[in-house]
């Protein structure tokens, strides 16, 4: 006799602490649209009712980039974000941004949250043991589900060495067939669910190789997939970003198999009757930063926001904002995927928190053409590398000053074709004064003379909107495909 049951999973991926409605993009024939969407007392509303059309059969998952992403977020470490989540009926979560505490702040998190943090990749050095669960197993309407989580690979090769103190990260994929093997075999599961934050590519290559998994929860790369993926037998969808969306999964099952699935990325539309619980923690955690965040600090006539792969506004604006603050010739910083777009019209000082919430220190360091060159190709590798496991998140490492004409397709260390800095070519023997912002805009291992301003990349911003009035940043060709 068949088995015949259904699953509705739903995924929230990469919100980095977006509290409240905020500014999205979406793409139209002719260009960007904007308008507000997001905020998590409307994803609650959202939640309550897809539990309500199908009780006891919902699974609700969260891939990380969650507790960090704003400034009330970083301020308290995650703290401002605990109770947020913990009120949304989340059954488990991978992670990434959340190390940005450190790993000893994040375990401290992850024990206030009334759901765990999955993760079969990261290991504590000393002991080589698994610092979070590798699984959980949920028995949801008759059927028992085996959930995995994967955590980001990048945090100890691409991030600063605070993320990862005391603790070493893998790709999961050694580790991925046994887990998979003992949920079939001595947990007797019926279903295996996947939530990665490895990026859809590496997830899409992860799936080609270790086969067992019905459906991978992908984040990290902030893909809006409108249909399921198939790779093999494995589905997969990726939810955009900034809690603009949610993912829903409808799965029709007979006999531990998918028989048939209805999709659907729905979007976190303003119009939706806001939670009133949630919508009360959430005004009672932001109350400390209210004012601060509130103040208008300045005015934009350019659209600023990051959707765009070789270069983008809000970059552009953050780096013409750290050239004119240090005089240096050349201004780097990383390729961030995360901060809401900014509209034309008044900005706030939250809108320059959330385009860069750490707020660091502008450094200044001493970097010769050669140097240059070798930067922008591993980055450009990094980028668009044939293999997606060698790609290490972000868009191009976002630069000013300069024009690169590169061909993407090439092979690594072969891309680049020319460079300009400013209308000379670049010279390989000299030197150049180049500013960034934190060690993802320029590495240790390349320049000299390296130092720090004491001014910080926001105070930086806010001294560019007072002189320049009203802002512009438009897209400048600063990388340039041949």
Known sequence: MENKTTLTVIQMNDSHAYFNLH???FWKANGAEYRQVGGYARIATLVKQIRESNKDHVLFCDNGDTLNGTYPAIKTQGAAMIPVVNALGLDAMSSHWEFAYGPSVFKTRAEELNFPVLAINIYDKETNELIFPPFIVKEIGGLKVGVIGIASNIVDTTMPPSFSEGVRFTLGKDELPTVIENLKTNEHVDLIILISHLGFPQDMKLMSEVAGVDLCLSGHTHNRTVQPVHQGNTLIIQSGCHGSFLGRIDLNIINSKISDYKFELIEVDSNITPDPMISDIIERELAPFKDKLSMIVGETATALHRYTMLESTMDNFLLQSILEASGAVLAFSN??????????????????YNIIPMDPTIGLVEITGDELISMLEENLERTFAADPYDQMGGYIKRGLGLTVYFKIENAPGHRIQQVFIGDQPLDRTRTYL??????????LKYGKRRSVMSVHAVEAMQAYLAKHKPLHAELRGTYIPV
């Open 23 to 25: 500014q999205e993009l």
């Open 335 to 352: 390729g961030w995927r995360y901060g809401a777009p900014i509209i034309p019209g008044p900005v706030t000082l939250n809108d320059l």
């Open 434 to 443: 180049t500013a960034f912002v934190t060690d993802q805009g320029v590495s």
